[in-house]
């Protein structure tokens, strides 16, 4: 019998060449070369290398390549598998070698002792492998397969089929895979022309911002064919355009790349090839083929769309040419011209209407200088450099098929070598944004803590929350180069990261802080051992694992075990449960145990994570922090606005105690935590401080696995006959497992958090339920309200949000079900299922009675029911897998009701429009402060991140504040002005001390219009460089002092740290007053008048008690000789507020600006003393957060807009219309007379609400009273009035109203001081020891404490009085901030009296106020 083997020459089998070169003697067999690999024999076909070996070698069993045994060829068909698989797979191509070098070290062949096909396919597949070539040539392959390839290729079978073999081209990677792994690795394309060592591909980046993972994605692409064909990558800076070029940006590009493991071969820029690229422009223009253009922008853009040629597309070369040389001196009319190719304005791709491709910019560039006026395009720059630099294969996603076209036409116009485009697609990822603008805003917005945030798909973004090198390197090669555009969900790429990391981290323990129980363990002795750190991979080295009679588990956990039950702790072995205690409510208090570590026998057994409490190995303290998505929605449509779908609750922190060898973790570890998950250190962990003793915990990120779920973490409980075991025993896994294995049960809840489930399901059913029935409001409030609280008891008993149940049954039906001991399996069930199916599909074909039918269907439901409650899943089909089946399964819609069904239990209230508050002040100051200011209609929000639109409610108290303070300063002789809000950047930059405060928030002018303007000018952030050039212009003499000017107006700081509206925000409005005076005496003393005239401002005016004192060194106004404060208490965040200062700025500025004057007496030039001084509209949100509640704005009456709402009640569909007429006249009097007596008063006499409504409304809006009349009111000639900050009621005859109001306004606005003040005082403390200190700043105090005064100390006071964690600026974990030096000193400083830092030598000259602040 005669054979041919046909080998392919794209990637020969050169294990199957091999083998038949071998049984050449026994069996007739001769080789082709053709474009595919196929062997034909009789009947049989094979077109697979492994199986043409098989065959050839059982034709000639005497040469034993097939070996001599079973176990032989058991082993054989081990090899040759790996040969196809792991070897040939591009992503497992190291460990596979590593593996094989392991394999090689004691023996010359794999199999025997001689060879056999195991050898022949393991060296076919290294010699057509590029990877292995690299390493080879390179000097950097394994010894001990180099020893092994290097012998066998020089036996003489290998040497006759090395000269047969054609030149391979190692192209794509195209290699035979199991069909395993061909799911694992995508297609890559074969590259026309490409060959080994002479393939040329560049990464062409913008440097305007940080790479993200679709950059990586290129990035990476790009490395991968130049690896593959042993080329050359080049890394060119895309610079065409100098306005947005940024040195800063190249910087963080390079790190990102060298983050990646991209070593480019060649870095270029654009601009390196100007002079080239402007010949090959006037090339064109001289051949006719390009021309000038200085049509306006827009005009041009409607021709381009019409398909209109423009009035130059004719002028002679010779026009054009002189036009050109305009364009390149930057002239005026140079300026308004661009060069366009002159290619096709018909044609029906807009990208060849005769596109631009030079345009004149008359700024510097970053590389260039001012060397050129005219800068060209990327698409026409892009084309030329490729050439230039010998690119032979640019690689381009899909967005720029249009472009290629264009870009070919370029080459050929120009004559230059023609590189090949090869198109693959972006990658776009689900619930997230790629835009660099959308990015920008959120870190603008304060929603992520910059572009490194683990919730940024940044490049440092992903690799800061756990993603590897390695895991993006295989999910791109996962990906291919396909031109296949998908939406690509999380889960895939961190699947594959989990791959890399999950047989090399270490795994530890870790369990919920606040909610153990300790198990005492009967017999069990108090040692250590050390123990794998991996159960499966021994390099990775041992661990410390403390043992002893008292250990802690979760609590979870310890609720699902009972008496006599055996449980595995993992690491140590069996336990019997021998008691378990609980308290009166039926939680587990402790729990008894005895060892049992003679019974090997893990199945079945509840597996435990533990840890041993020993003074020898402390617990430490960790923080595990867990993401959610950005945005809400998977994919946004093209007219979404992304930001109604951002996701503003997505860090989740649960405190935990650690395994002692966390300790041990430095920043960037990646690690497992047994039954959690995998985690990355972000912070590692530091011993307690001795000035706090403190420790400050590990601070771990969670690294997503790619499932959908969550790991589980505690209360987990095996049963028998679960599906898991059920599935693993056809599989032919052993259900046991070792106590060194980890266990990832499903996760459940028992015993009280079980029922309080239950109670939150049944609670959002009634609510539903009331909805469906249109309830009023008040019943749905009422259950509502009921239903929070519910989900706030169960994030307290568990640690996480409420989140409703995926399955059809309620977990309480779930937990009662799985303990039903003769539950059928899920395989029974699915018998059971397609049986009864089958049995209602008969029914209703051949005609049975309706009730049999009926009945049918129903024991078919109940069985699905069982099913889902077993397994979780539902059971499409009963026994029938049609088309039906497999369309319902495509329909989106089956996902529609879940999650309209989460929404109406998780988002009752937000789903309805609401009045009043949703949040409280005292559970979430943030959420409450928010609706706080929109729900009274204070604020707007604005589409420029930290600038908001103050409506007329929160405008009037601000002008009830300007009218009493400008009233004040007045009777100082001060007078108003007002000075331009723009300052030139030589004005800003002449006072360098004072501006360095500013500097990181001015905001810039730096064009007009369409041009760039010759020097950028600056947007005040404060007006001294503004108006102190004209002071120094109006003062000559002493005739001309004092000068006090005031000027109301906006600033602008661009504040990036969490905005806030009114407390933190980018414009406001302030006044500000600047004065000079020939003296320092004056000059003081004005300093102390305004600051008096601000603290009666916040006590006489807005209620709010102050204290008066001086600025330290550190907090003064920089630029200024010493800083005076008033300071204000917020109790619900317990931080303090800066509530105004006035400045005595001595004469630094007068010697910068040259502010002199005559002194009279010495007839000398002597440099004026001046002031500063100011206050903003903090004051109102200062207003919101001393005095607001539950119910809304509390205003002081002396500062409200309106004193008084007056409300029209009783009116009833029986009231005539001449009682109703009368009733509002008489309302509308008394509000006249109300006015005319002073009182600011208004009536509510809308007729389309309710007088409930009205009340609410005037409530949240603060209004101090509110008066109400009915007609029984007006016929016994009195009105009621309820105040606003009690709620008390009050009576009133008409006679005496207006003095009664007078008398009520005073009241309330004294007792709002009084409460403020009373608050304030009981949160004023002294502390002389830094302990105390600590303390009290943890108790939210504000504290007046000894100190020397030095700004290295006061620094030293914020950092060691942080607490452990820093959330975000600002928040109650920041240290505390020196807040001024009380001018009333709350004690004599002592001689034996120490500063207030432990580690300070100095004395203490004064106490000083410290808190946290704003």
């Known amino acids: 019998m005669s054979l041919t083997v046909v080998a392919g020459t794209s990637c020969p089998p050169i294990g199957a060449l091999l083998t038949a070169e071998y049984v050449k003697n026994a069996v007739q067999v001769k080789v082709e070369w053709g474009q595919n690999t196929s062997l034909k024999a009789n009947s049989a076909s094979f077109s697979n290398g492994s199986s043409i070996c098989r065959y050839l070698a059982r034709l000639a069993p005497q040469s034993k390549l097939y070996g001599s045994s079973l176990l032989e060829r058991t082993e054989i068909d081990h090899w ?3 040969s196809a698989g792991r070897l040939s797979c591009l992503s497992e191509f190291d460990s596979a070698l590593d593996y094989l070098n392991h394999v090689l070290g004691p023996i010359n062949f794999l199999v025997g002792h001689d060879v056999t096909l195991a050898d022949l396919a393991v060296w076919g597949a290294l010699r057509v492998n590029p990877q292995w070539g690299r390493l080879l040539h390179g000097g950097k392959a394994p010894v001990n397969v180099v020893r092994y390839y290097n012998f066998l290729a020089a036996q003489d079978v290998f040497i006759v089929v090395e000269k047969t073999l054609p030149e391979i081209k190692l192209s794509g990677a195209k290699q035979e895979t199991t069909s395993a792994k061909k799911g694992e690795s995508g297609k890559f394309v074969d590259l026309p ?7 040329v591909v560049r990464f062409p980046p913008e440097a305007s911002g940080y790479l993200h993972i679709g950059h990586a994605k290129a990035a990476l692409l790009n490395q991968y064919y130049q690896q593959t064909f042993d080329g050359k990558l080049i890394m060119r800076f895309d610079d065409t ?15 990102d790349v060298a983050m990646l493991g991209i070593e480019p071969d060649v870095f270029s820029f654009t601009s390196d090839f100007f002079d080239k690229i402007l010949e090959c422009c006037e090339k064109l223009i001289r051949d006719g083929k390009a021309y000038v253009d200085d049509t306006d922008p827009e005009l041009m853009k409607q021709e381009r769309e019409q398909r209109t040629e423009s009035k130059h597309r004719k002028n002679s070369a010779k026009k054009n040419l002189e036009m050109w040389d305009e364009m390149k001196k930057g002239s005026e009319s140079g300026q308004k011209g661009c060069v366009r190719a002159k290619i096709d304005m018909a044609s029906d791709n807009g990208c060849m209407r005769d596109p631009t491709i030079y345009r004149c910019k008359a700024e510097e560039h970053i590389k260039t200088g001012k060397k050129f006026k005219v800068y060209p395009t990327y698409d026409f720059a892009c084309p030329i450099v490729d050439s230039l630099e010998d690119v032979t294969h640019a690689l381009r996603t899909t967005e720029y098929h249009d472009r290629d076209d264009q870009y070919y036409w370029f080459i050929e116009a120009l004559g230059l070598r023609k590189p090949y485009i090869w198109e693959y697609s972006r990658l776009n990822l689900q619930n997230t944004v790629l835009s660099k603008r959308r990015l920008t805003w959120f870190v603008q917005e304060g929603l992520v803590d910059g572009w490194d945030d683990p919730r940024f798909p940044t490049v440092r973004g992903v690799m800061r929350r756990g993603m590897t090198v390695e895991g993006l390197k295989q999910f791109i090669v996962s990906q291919g180069s396909s031109k296949a555009v998908v939406m690509m969900e999380w889960d895939k790429i961190w699947a594959y990261n989990k791959k890399v990391i999950d047989p090399v981290v270490p795994r530890y323990t870790a369990l919920s802080k606040g909610s153990t129980v300790r198990v005492v363990v009967k017999g069990a ?4 051992k050390e123990v794998p750190k991996h159960p499966k991979n021994a390099d990775v080295g041992n661990k410390q694992v403390w043992y002893g009679s008292n250990v802690l588990i979760d609590g979870a956990d310890a609720e699902t075990l009972s008496v006599g039950e055996t449980v595995t702790f993992i690491n140590w072995g069996n336990l019997n449960v021998t008691a378990v205690k609980r308290n009166s409510s039926g939680k587990v208090e402790s729990i008894e145990a005895e060892l049992n570590l003679e019974n090997k026998d893990f199945k079945k057994t509840q597996k435990l994570t533990w840890l041993t409490e020993t003074d020898q190995a402390p617990f430490v303290p960790a923080l595990c922090v867990h993401f959610d998505h950005i945005i809400t929605k998977a994919v946004l449509g093209k007219d979404d606005n992304f930001k109604d779908y951002v996701n503003k609750n997505t860090r989740t922190e649960l405190p935990m105690l650690g395994d002692p060898m966390l300790a041990t973790l430095k920043k960037g570890d990646i690690v497992q935590l047994q039954r959690r998950g995998y985690y990355i250190c972000d912070y590692p962990y530091e011993p307690p401080s001795r000035y706090t003793s403190r420790a400050s915990p590990c ?27 059920k599935m693993q025993s056809k599989k032919g896994k052993a259900s046991e497992k070792s106590p060194q294995g980890e266990s990832t049960p499903s996760k459940t809840f028992t015993g009280d958090v079980a029922g309080l489930i239950a109670k939150i399901e049944e609670q959002g059913g009634k609510i539903r339920q009331l909805k469906g029935k249109k309830a009023t409001k008040d019943q749905i409030d009422a259950e509502v309200k009921i239903l929070l609280a519910m989900k706030a008891q169960f994030k307290n008993e568990t640690g996480q949000d409420w989140k409703p149940p995926t399955g059809g049954a309620s977990n309480k039906e779930n937990s009662q079900k799985a303990c039903t001991e003769n539950a059928p399996s899920p395989s029974e069930l699915k018998t059971k299922i397609d049986a009864q199916g089958e049995n209602v599909r008969q029914l209703k074909s051949g005609g049975g009675g309706k009730e049999e039918i009926d009945k049918a269907v129903k024991v078919l439901l109940d069985l699905k029911v069982q099913y889902k409650t077993l397994t ?10 049609g088309k039906k089946e497999k369309k319902e399964k495509t329909k989106p819609e089956q996902k529609k009701p879940q999650q309209h069904e989460k929404e109406d239990i998780g988002r009752e209230v937000k789903k309805v429009t609401r009045l009043g508050l949703e949040a409280k ?4 100051l943030s959420d409450w402060y928010t609706q706080v200011i929109t729900k009274s209609e204070m604020i707007e929000y604005y589409d420029v991140s930290g600038c908001y639109i103050l409506r007329p409610w929160a405008f009037g108290i601000w002008e009830m504040i300007k009218e009493y303070f400008d009233s004040g300063i007045k009777k100082m002789g001060v007078e108003n002005c007002y000075f331009p809000m723009f300052v030139s950047q030589s004005a800003l930059e002449r006072e360098k001390t004072h501006i360095a405060d500013f500097a990181p928030e001015v905001a810039w002018v730096t064009k007009s219009g369409q041009s760039e303007l010759a020097e950028p000018i600056a947007i005040r952030p404060t007006s001294e460089t503004v108006m102190y050039p004209s002071y120094a212009k109006w003062i000559k003499s002493h005739r001309d002092l004092p000068l006090k000017l005031n000027q109301w107006c906006n600033v602008v700081r661009w504040e990036f740290k969490h905005p806030q509206p009114f407390l933190r925000t980018r414009e406001f409005l302030w006044q500000e007053g600047h004065s000079a005076f020939a003296t320092r005496k004056e000059a003081e003393e004005e300093v102390y008048q305004i600051l008096e005239l601000y603290a009666s401002v916040y006590e006489d005016l807005m209620a709010v008690p102050v204290v008066r004192g001086r600025k330290t060194e550190k907090e003064k106004f920089a630029g200024g000789d010493f800083t005076t404060t008033v300071e204000a208490y917020v109790e619900a965040s317990g931080r303090a507020i800066q509530g105004a200062t006035a400045h005595y700025l001595g004469q630094n500025f007068a010697k910068m600006f040259e502010i002199v004057y005559e002194n009279p007496d010495t007839q000398e030039k002597e440099y004026v003393h001046q002031n500063s001084w100011g206050i903003t509209t903090r004051t109102v949100g200062v207003i919101c957060m001393v005095h607001g509640d539950n119910t809304g704005l509390v205003l002081p009456p002396r500062l409200a807009t309106v004193q008084v709402i007056l409300v029209p009640c009783g009116i009833t569909a029986g009231l005539s219309d001449l009682d109703r007429k009368a009733l509002m006249d008489k309302c509308e009097e008394l509000c006249k007379q109300f006015q005319a007596a002073g009182i600011r008063a208004r009536g509510d006499y809308r007729d389309n609400y309710s007088p409930g409504w009205k009340f609410n409304h005037w409530e949240l809006k603060g209004v101090p009273v509110r008066v109400e009349l009915g007609p029984r009111d007006m016929k016994e000639g009195q009105f009621v009035t309820v105040r606003r900050d009690t709620g008390d009621k009050l009576t009133v005859k008409m006679a005496d109203g207006i003095s009664k109001l007078k008398d009520l306004l005073e009241t309330i606005q004294a007792d709002l001081y009084s409460r403020a003040l009373k608050v304030r005082d009981e949160h004023l403390v002294v502390s002389n020891t830094w302990e105390d200190f600590c303390s009290q700043l943890d108790k939210k105090m504000i ?12 620094e030293n006071i914020k950092k060691d009085s942080a607490r452990d964690v820093v959330v975000e600026e600002g928040a109650p974990a920041m240290g505390a901030k020196g807040l001024c030096i009380p001018f009333k000193q709350p004690a004599e400083i002592k001689p034996d009296t120490s500063c207030i830092h432990p580690t300070c030598q100095n004395k203490p000259k004064f106490y000083t106020l410290f808190g946290r602040s704003y």
């Open 193 to 199: 022309g490409a060959s080994m060592g002479n393939v």
């Open 872 to 881: 979780g899943e539902d059971l499409s089909g009963a026994g029938k897998k």
């Open 241 to 255: 355009n100098p306005a947005k070029e940024d040195a800063h940006f190249e910087e963080v590009i390079l790190v």
């Open 80 to 82: 040759l598998d790996f």
């Open 699 to 725: 601070i771990l990120f969670n690294i997503p696995d790619g499932h959908q779920k969550e790991m589980p973490t505690s209360g987990s409980k095996h049963k028998e006959g679960s599906a898991k075991e």
């Open 921 to 924: 002040k005292e559970e979430n």
């Open 1343 to 1354: 504290i007046q404490a000894p100190f020397c005064g030095e700004i290295s100390c006061e």
């Open 525 to 528: 002795e108090a040692e250590m």
